[in-house]
């Protein structure tokens, strides 16, 4: 049997922990890492039942006001699934049935799974199961979802309820005189005309209107304007009397009473507590100190330190490993196969390539380990709430803080799932500054490059350079930010919403799937776009090739040194040689790279970069990093390779091949101030194409150009100031 069951909860009420749990490897993810705005599906297996189970995005309500409640509900409209199990914090019941309410409106298949049990008791909250699932007329099973204590139970119950397969059968809850004949107009007329009927119980369409749920109302309009006319005539109406009488609008006598009937329950011995209730909980403790004004902030920094120490010093072992691996594979390939194309686009697009991006992965697993314990602690959601006072000046939200840190904030994220974390920003202007300024961020991708080149020229003090490049990030985002907000975007801000949780200890196994989830968005990443994308970089750095007349003049010079040593190719390939024939060699050595050297110039990127050079000389840039930087309008991950490529093509000698920040340090054209400048060119230019893929359709190709363009110019310029400053300082 074929069950469809769905997952939905307020924030933080353990919905992921209780999803991994129930389905454990059998899941996959629809969605970006980091935000569950798009529905993670699982399956599981009982018996002969299969249920396909779908984890919502979490939200405290079921109206329009954001992404997550329109995406929940249209989930459960449309697909109407055989369950729903509705996860409700013990340690928080009335807030969490909030949402419960609002399900029981809709009639729903409900099974309410009432988590954090333990925490609850541990807070000496009791609760009367039995007589809970008596007054409210529903399965109520306590679960501990860390421990996957009661689970099987739960699913138990959830599969009897599913099989059923009952009708909907919607509660009615009374929202008081006021509004109780305007309610009946409403649902008397939705009834006449079969408005919406399809997916909505009539009654709580009758609702929807009464909260001016943008869209039901607009739903209404499209499907049957002359009836939704009549409907919004009896809302308004309903509305000024409420306004003249109470002096509020219908939401809040709705939400009044909700909080009522939720009450009215739980007081009736559902619920009993042991300890006095003002009691500080552990938590508010903890936040008593690291959400502190003063010292909140230092810890902070301290932390955020604490996590650049931790993944840069224990990542290191593992790096190097895998740049050695990459090395050897690349001179297995170089002593098997033969010269010519197929070598050298295995060797330069294809390892360097991705030997590049791959060779990062253990950094990036460190990082993304360290921001998940972070996050499954209940810290970063601090992080918000204390930044909220300093992004506020900016003209962003507390709520930017979550796209700004998964794009990257703390290093090491993306900014395609931070562009889509800021699906959770109500103010569309405030929303629209953050998608812009979010790529500002050091993403994962840009995080290599940060590393190369800090390595080679600020070798000794790694962390700390790379702790200041993050703070630049976020300057530089944040005056953008203020910037567009006084400007094209420029709006009231909204105020603060957001819980913070209680402090948890995170559990490894959560701390194991969030880890992995993301690091292998970054390697599939790796392992398609960015392949495609260095095999085609390859093909414009190596073709169309030196012209014969040109091949010719080499071919000739390195047979003149040949004939003057009378030795012959095949005589230098000897294991042994002597000291004469070892010039020679190099000799000739010098000879290859020059060659390779023109070529690359001479092909299509080289063509291109050459001619940006009139321009980029401004900044410091010389051809062979403009030819990076071409690619990394592709993707920032195809930089560095680009940059080995580049740099590699014109070495032959293996032998004395060094890694390429040696080779950049020892080139004519690096030093620090350059190595400055492009660096905040590259964090500061236009995002990567998938990136701008996503903010077009965040938003619109509109926007998704202005960023582009407008990023790379803002760069530039800043990077040609650091450039001019920096040369005439003579700090290179
Ligand atoms: P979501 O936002 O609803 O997906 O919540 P999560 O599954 O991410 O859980 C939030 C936090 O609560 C995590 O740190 C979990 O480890 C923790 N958590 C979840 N279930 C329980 C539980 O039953 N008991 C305790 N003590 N912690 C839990
Ligand atoms: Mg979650």
Redesign the pocket.
Known sequence: MQLKMALL???????????NELTGARQHVGNYPGI?VDHKEGCIIRGTSKITLTDLP?TYSLTAYSIEEIVARNYLVEEKPDVVVN?VDASNLERNLYLTCQLLELGLPLVIAL?????AKNRGIEIKIDKFSELFNIPVIP?????GEGTEELIETCVEIGKQKRPWTPRDIYYGEDLDHNLKALEATITEFGLLSTSYPPRYTAIKYLENDEQILEKGRETDPETAAKLEKIVEEASEHTRRTLDVYPEAIIADHRYGYIKAILRQGVVTHKFDTDRLYTSDKIDKVLTNRLVGPLFMLVILFGLYQFTFSWSEIPVVFLENVFGWVGDFIDQTLPDGLLKSMLISGVIDGVGGVLGFVPLIMFMFFGIAILE???YLARVAFMMDRVFRIFGLHGSSVMPFIVSGGIAGGCAVPGVMATRTLRSPKERMATLLTVPFMNCGAKLPVLALLIGAFFGEHKARYMFLFTILAWVVALLAAKLFRSTVLRGAPTPFVMEL?PY?F??LR?LLIHTWERTYQYIKKAGTVILGISILLWALMTFPGLPQDRKDSFEAQKQQILTQSGLTMNALSANQLSQSALETKKQISIISNKETEAGLRYSIAGTMGTKLESITKYAGFDWRTNISLIGGFAAKEVIVSTLGTAYSMGEVDVEESESLGKRLQNDKHWNKVVAVSVLVFIMFYAPCFVTVVCIAKESSWKWAFFSMGFNTIFAFLIAVGVYQVGTFLHLG
């Open positions: 909860g307020n924030p933080n009420a353990g919905k992921t922990t209780l999803f569950t979490g996860i988590n954090m049990m333990d925490v679960i501990i979802a860390r421990t499954d602690s209940g949780p948890r995170p559990t959560g």
